[in-house]
């Protein structure tokens, strides 16, 4: 028996397989000489890809023969300076970036660096600012800030609080209908959305660690649910680093909407936007049209360019 499904879970040498949109996964293994295929990436196969495979004389388990052509995906480098990389998720209709702004501390870098990734890769993005609940009366001023920077870039920002149930039914609506990646850094309360979403999933959900505000790993697998509302959403376990890759140093501005729309002034092209006269970048952070946090990471991603060249 021959058919087409796609991988529901990935747990490193072992997958789940369902020929959604019915759901009922079942065992496979990946044939060897697809392994070898595998490039650079550490993972030939991930969540998401549609994949073809063929049912073992044992009638048990399924063997993947082959990978089908992946409509987009998201991928990331080793953050030591390997070549290797890792693709998170395949075959997306969006990716929920979740943030907190402490508990743990948000690293804007880190969130610029998959907002650019998921530019080049044609994957939308949605940022989900969680804990609400927290931030609305310790801090509303910061919340401020941080929505003015990126809905002003122009990204959509649900705001949501698993504890309260803020945002979540629109989130459910969001997520009706299509798969969705959650993603985000440890302790930014993922495994809590998927919960909120639908009670009846529980991925393992973990504290923070007070000593360093930083979550730690609770998921160590990939992972796609059903939800009963509607729709897939697929568990990864918390990133801690994220390299860019396939990524031309003059094109990274590209992926920063509100520097793209503001190059179109510059005296200069190509431009750099870091030290040419009459960069009409650098005179829209002064009037403000671009935050200095976004120019910032972008300097950033400059500079780890020029380390894997």
């Not at 190509?270 to 002064?286: Q, R, Y």
């Amino acid at each position: 028996m021959t058919g087409e499904a796609t991988v529901v879970k990935n747990a490193g040498s072992h997958f789940l397989l369902s020929e959604l949109p019915e759901w009922r996964p079942f065992p496979a293994v990946l044939r060897g000489r697809t392994r070898l295929e595998a490039g650079t990436a550490t993972n030939p196969v991930a969540v998401g890809d549609r994949v073809r495979f063929e049912i073992r004389d044992d009638g048990k388990t399924a063997v993947i023969t082959d990978i089908l052509e992946r409509r987009n995906y998201l991928i990331r480098r080793s953050t030591n300076l390997s070549r290797q990389s890792h693709v998170i998720a395949a075959n997306l209709d969006r990716a929920l970036l979740v943030v907190t702004l402490f508990f743990p501390e948000i690293k804007l870098p880190f969130l610029d660096r998959l907002l650019v990734t998921c530019g080049v890769y044609g994957v939308e993005p949605v940022i989900i600012l969680n804990k609400l609940d927290m931030y609305r009366a310790e801090a509303p001023e910061n919340v401020e800030h941080f929505l003015s920077v990126y809905r002003g870039a122009g990204y959509r920002v649900l705001e949501t609080s698993a504890v309260t149930g803020e945002g979540i039914d629109e989130l459910r609506g969001l997520c009706r209908g299509g798969v969705n990646l959650l993603s985000g850094e440890s302790g930014v309360g993922k495994s809590s959305i998927i919960k909120a979403l639908d009670p009846g999933l529980n991925p393992r959900t973990g504290a923070i660690s007070e000593a360093h505000l930083q979550g730690r790993h609770t998921t160590s697998l990939y992972e796609m649910y059903r939800l009963s509302s509607g729709g897939y959403i697929i568990d990864t376990p918390g990133l801690r680093g994220f390299g860019l890759v396939d990524l031309e140093k003059e094109e990274i501005y590209k992926y920063f909407p509100e520097m793209l729309r503001a190059s179109a002034g510059c005296r200069f092209t190509p431009c750099t936007h870091t030290h040419e006269p009459g960069c009409a970048v650098k005179a829209a952070i002064e009037s403000g049209e671009v935050s200095p946090e976004r120019y910032y990471s972008y300097l950033g991603m400059l500079e780890e360019d020029q380390k894997f060249r």
